[in-house]
């Protein structure tokens, strides 16, 4: 029998059961509702919707259709609400378990896409750039937190559920985004289900996600926002064999749980070093 497609649980005492794990083999990914709790929610909203600080840092990504979202990047949690949420136990505990052994902490990503005219992201593997990063093995994966709900009218994530096990598929520059082969796309669509991932930030849901898991997303065609928090992680022993613009292995220290609720660093970002978008030879800032 086939694992659920959601999983409930308690986010004060979050087990990573063995249903959960085969749902991450099986589809590439775990939709996990209630794992944090409002107040966790509310700390994290406080941060970046209270601040002008991150969206400063955001740059346009084109998607090649006259769009764009926006995103901005930076490679260390820091001790605002938004560090403590990549350190606290029950997600790094979880990744640890997910990739079978230590993790740290690969990049996060805020990515905005505004009312009526944020843009797409089009059909990748997060393991196909970071491949060219020097990343020998695909022992990563990414958490997609919303800040807003995600649903298909304002550009929810798009999956193609159990594609990582296709493994790594060769990726080009398109527009300003590295893009799957689309050829090899169009065969992985006939055999692997296409599912619009809503996600409801309501009831706290998190998707724990394999990076060789083919998945894009569509257009904010809504009158809202759409915010969503993309940490992403690195197993230890995969330290990159190129310097670039993400950081080699630095050791993760973990917070507790609490630490979310208990943080009143709202503002000081000091430590997390902001991506420079032109040192990324995988995007183009430029391109339209």
Excluded at 37 to 48: F, G, I, N, S, Y
Aim: net charge negative.
């Amino acid at each position: 029998m086939a694992p659920p497609e959601v999983f409930d649980c308690d986010p004060c005492n979050f087990v990573l059961t063995d249903e959960m794990v085969e749902s991450y083999n099986e589809r590439g990914y775990i939709h996990i509702k209630g794992f944090l709790e409002e107040e966790e929610l509310a700390q994290l909203r406080k941060t970046v919707e209270e601040s002008d600080e991150f969206y400063k840092q955001c740059y346009g990504v084109s998607d090649g259709k006259g769009s764009e979202s926006r995103l901005c990047l930076w490679s260390h949690p820091g001790n605002d609400v938004t560090g403590m949420i990549v350190r606290c136990e029950k997600v790094v505990n979880t990744v640890e378990k997910l990739l079978g052994g230590e993790v740290y902490h690969y990049h996060t990503k805020l990515m905005t896409k505004e009312p009526k005219i944020g843009g797409q992201h089009i059909w990748h593997q997060d393991y196909g750039y970071w491949y060219k990063n020097g990343c020998l093995f695909p022992d990563m994966l990414s958490l997609f937190l919303p800040i807003d709900p995600c649903r298909k009218i304002n550009g929810c994530l798009e999956v193609l559920e159990g594609s990582h096990k296709c493994g790594r598929i060769d990726h080009n520059l398109t527009a300003g985004q590295q893009g799957c082969d689309l050829e090899r796309l169009e065969q992985i669509r006939k055999v692997c289900p296409h599912k619009y991932l809503h996600v409801s930030v309501f009831t706290g849901d998190v998707l724990f996600f394999h990076c060789n898991l083919l998945h894009c997303s569509g257009n904010n065609r809504s009158d809202t926002k759409r915010w969503v928090l993309i940490p992403a992680y690195n197993k230890a022993s995969n330290d990159p064999v190129y310097k670039h613009h993400h950081p080699n292995y630095t050791k993760l220290y973990k917070v507790p749980d609490s630490a979310i609720r208990e943080c009143r660093n709202y503002t000081d970002l000091t430590g997390k070093e902001f991506m420079d978008p032109t040192t990324d030879k995988t995007t183009d800032v430029k391109a339209k």
